[in-house]
C-alpha cells in the first residue's frame, strides 16, 4: 500500500531504513538513519518509532538506534540459509582445520553473491566476505562457480547486465567471462586470483542440493600464491561432497532467487 506523495510504499520505506544499518555503521543517530535512507526526518521518526515498538530497531540509551535482536529473530526462523549453515559448519570445520584462511559458504539471491557462513582464521589479514555481505557474481569466484552450474538462460542474463571492475582482475569481458565458465565445469573448481581482492585468491566449488542442481559454493580464500590452489582444492571438493550429500538427505533443496 502506497500512502507518499512518491507512491512508495510503507514497506519498501521500512526496507530502506533497515538497510541502511550495515556492518561500517551499526548504529547512528535518527537524523543520520533518515539521511542514509534518504527519507525525510519526520517519516523517519513516525516509522522508527513502531519499528522500535516491535523491536525490529533498538534505541540506546545514547539516543542512538542500531538494529534490534527481533530482526535476528525472525530472519533466522525457517530460513533456508540457517539449515544450509548447520548442514556445512562440520564440513567447512574440516577445510579451516586444513587450510587455515578463511572458509565461506555462499548462494545466489537476488542476482548477487550473499555469503551465509564464514570461518575465520585468526592470521588472516584479510577483511572481505563477511556473513551477510553481498559481491558482484562475477567478482567473486563463488558467483562464477554458482553461475557455471546453473541453467543456460541464467548465464544469459548475468552476461548481460553491466559488469563493473571491483579489482584491475575483475574480468568483464562476458565471451571471458564463458570461456571460464566451460573451464569451471571440466575441472570442478576455480581459482582466479585479484578478482575480487587483489591480494587473494578465491577458491570455490559447488555444493549440489537433492535434485543435483548447484545449492551453493564452498570456497577459501587464500594468499596469493600457486603452491596453495593444489593444496586447498582436494580439501574443498571432500567437504562439498559431503555438504552435498547431507543436503540430500535433508530433504528439498533451497531454490535460487
Known amino acids: 500500500m502506497a500512502n507518499s506523495p512518491t507512491g ?14 550495515d556492518r561500517d555503521l551499526p548504529t547512528m543517530t535518527l537524523t543520520g538513519l533518515a539521511r542514509r535512507a534518504d527519507l525525510p526526518l519526520t517519516t523517519a521518526h513516525r516509522l522508527v518509532d513502531d519499528l522500535v515498538l516491535h523491536g525490529l530497531i533498538e534505541r540506546l540509551a545514547d539516543g ?8 535476528w529473530e525472525l530472519a533466522a526462523r525457517g530460513s533456508r540459509a540457517l539449515n544450509l549453515r ?4 562440520p564440513f567447512m570445520e574440516d577445510v579451516q582445520a586444513a587450510v587455515h584462511q578463511h572458509t565461506t559458504l555462499a548462494v545466489l539471491d537476488h542476482g548477487t553473491v550473499l555469503y551465509v557462513e564464514r ?4 592470521q588472516s589479514s584479510l577483511d572481505a566476505a563477511h556473513i ?3 559481491m558482484p557474481i562475477h567478482a567473486a569466484s ?13 548465464q544469459d542474463e548475468v552476461l548481460s547486465r553491466p559488469l563493473a571492475a571491483v579489482t584491475a582482475e575483475t574480468i568483464t569481458d562476458p565471451a571471458l567471462i564463458r570461456k571460464h565458465l566451460a573451464d569451471i565445469r571440466q575441472r570442478g573448481y576455480v581459482a582466479l586470483p585479484g578478482i575480487g581482492v587483489t591480494e587473494w585468491t578465491g577458491i570455490a566449488v559447488p555444493v549440489f542440493g537433492p535434485d543435483n542442481t548447484v545449492a551453493a559454493a564452498l570456497n577459501a580464500i587464500v594468499p596469493r600464491q600457486e603452491a596453495a590452489v ?9 567437504a562439498a561432497h559431503g555438504i552435498s550429500r547431507a543436503l540430500k538427505a535433508s530433504g528439498p533443496a533451497p531454490r535460487r532467487s
Open 230 to 238: 593444489p593444496l586447498t582444492v582436494p580439501a574443498l571438493l571432500t
Open 64 to 71: 542512538n538506534l542500531r538494529s534490534g535482536m527481533r530482526m
Open 86 to 89: 548447520e548442514l556445512a559448519l
Open 8 to 21: 512508495e510504499s510503507v514497506i519498501s520505506r521500512v526496507v530502506r531504513l533497515m538497510s541502511a544499518f
Open 132 to 134: 551477510a555481505q553481498r
Open 119 to 122: 570461518l575465520s582464521s585468526p
Open 142 to 154: 563463488s558467483g562464477l562457480v554458482l553461475v557455471a552450474y546453473a541453467p543456460p538462460s541464467f
